[in-house]
C-alpha cells in the first residue's frame, strides 16, 4: 500500500487557514493569519471572501455566542449581581437615570454571559476576585482585575467592560 502523508486523512482541530477562524489558534497568543476589519473590507468588490470575512468576524467577536469556558453557578452569578448592583447604585447618585441604564444594560450582557458560560473561564474567575476586591474595599486591586480584563479578549467583553469600568471607585 502506497505510504500516507501525515495527517491525511485526519480532520484537524485547529487550523491556521484563513477561512477557518479570525481567532488564535492557541489561546493567548496573537491571531496568526489577519483578516481585514469591516472598514478595509469595505474596499473589497469579492463578495464571497467579505462573506466569509464577516462570518468569522462575527464568530470571532462571540456573534454564535459559543459556550468557550464554564458556566457560572446561579449562586456565584448572584453575588457578584448584588457587588455590582450596589456599586451603580453608588454612581448613580448623580441623577443621570440615562447613564444608569446603559451601565445597567452593560451588567446584564456580564451576568448573561457569566451564567452561559460565553465567556472564558480564566476572565469569569477575574470577574468574581474583582467583586471580592469591591466587597473588601480593596479598589486599586479591583481596578487591576479591570485593567487585566481589558487585556483579554477585548472585542467580546468590551460592552460590558466599560459598565463595570465606569462603576468601580478609583482606589
Not at 26 to 47: A, E, F, G
Not at 92 to 104: H, L, P, T, V, Y
Not at 118 to 137: G, W
Not at 146 to 165: A, C, F
Request: glycine share 6%; hydrophobic share 40%; net charge positive.
Amino acid at each position: 500500500s502506497a505510504p500516507t502523508a501525515p495527517g491525511q486523512g485526519m480532520h484537524p482541530q485547529r487550523s491556521t487557514a484563513p477561512t477557518a477562524s479570525a481567532a488564535p489558534v492557541m489561546d493567548d497568543m496573537p491571531v496568526c493569519w489577519p483578516l481585514p476589519t469591516k472598514t478595509q473590507q469595505r474596499l473589497s468588490t469579492t463578495q464571497a471572501t467579505a462573506a466569509a470575512n464577516q462570518a468569522i468576524q462575527e464568530r470571532s467577536a462571540g456573534g454564535s455566542a459559543a459556550v468557550i469556558g464554564e458556566p457560572m453557578p446561579a449562586n456565584g452569578v448572584q453575588h457578584i449581581r448584588g457587588i455590582f448592583t450596589m456599586l451603580l447604585d453608588a454612581a448613580s447618585q448623580d441623577g443621570n437615570m440615562k447613564k444608569r441604564e446603559d451601565i445597567s444594560n452593560r451588567l446584564e450582557d456580564l451576568y448573561q454571559r457569566l451564567a452561559a458560560g460565553t465567556i472564558k473561564t480564566a476572565a469569569s474567575q477575574k470577574v468574581l476576585q474583582m467583586a471580592k476586591c469591591v466587597e473588601t474595599q480593596e479598589y486599586a486591586q479591583a481596578n487591576k482585575l479591570q485593567m487585566e480584563l481589558s487585556t483579554m479578549d477585548w472585542e467580546l467583553n468590551k460592552n460590558w467592560l466599560m459598565g463595570v469600568r465606569r462603576i468601580i471607585p478609583r482606589g
